[in-house]
């Protein structure tokens, strides 16, 4: 078998060099540490196993609950979750953030913030988004925060109708219903290719 450096590595060799990179990165995937190793997804896991090293969900929740803080999303803060049921962000609307003439924030961070809740919420190691339907109620200004909360609303398989409603101080400013797949459809999804 030939590993990382391309050299015929021994099992012994390979857990050890997936013990460091675990400890580098928790959040790599079996398939990308197959790739790299040059061994099967069946492998990785085996030598996880015998490792007692947790699948890459268990860890990323690992590391969430040792961060100080609440969980940072791509955009927003991460104030609540509740895997497979929903979720609650907090995104406050900075200058960097706005069309600097008129102060408004452009309409990309609304949809960036409810499309990133809506994955957070599924609970599935891995998910990609199938769909997605948004409407912009009103512009939202610089300073203002915007609290979107998602929720699962149907479950069939592995496939998640997730819904998101932004608001400041209450009153609507952005919708979304977004269909996420989960780990067996996005695999079936890469495989069509």
Do not use: W
């Not at 803060?77 to 900075?94: A, N, R």
């Not at 398989?157 to 609507?172: A, D, K, Q, W």
Request: charged share 25%; proline share 3%.
């Amino acid at each position: 078998m030939r590993g990382v450096t391309g050299l015929k590595t021994s099992k012994e060799q390979r857990q050890q060099l997936l013990l460091h990179r675990l400890e580098d990165n928790p959040f790599v995937t079996d398939a990308e540490l197959a790739r790299a190793f040059g061994v099967s997804k069946q492998t990785i896991r085996l030598d996880r196993l015998s490792l007692s090293i947790p699948e890459v969900r268990e860890r990323v929740k690992s590391v969430a609950r040792q961060a100080t803080g609440a969980p940072r999303l791509v955009f927003g803060d991460l104030v609540k979750l509740e895997p497979g049921i929903s979720g609650t962000s907090s995104l406050v609307v900075t200058g960097d953030m706005v069309i600097s003439k008129i102060n408004m924030l452009h309409g990309y961070y609304l949809f960036a913030q409810a499309h990133a809740l809506a994955m957070a919420v599924v609970d599935a190691p891995l998910v990609l988004t199938g769909s997605a339907r948004v409407r912009y109620h009103r512009p939202v200004y610089l300073g203002e925060e915007v609290i979107a909360r998602g929720a699962v609303k149907v479950v069939r398989g592995l496939t998640y109708l997730v819904s998101v409603h932004s608001r400041v101080e209450g009153e609507i400013v952005f919708k979304g219903q977004f269909v996420i797949l989960g780990a067996k459809e996005a695999e079936a999804c890469e495989d069509s290719r």
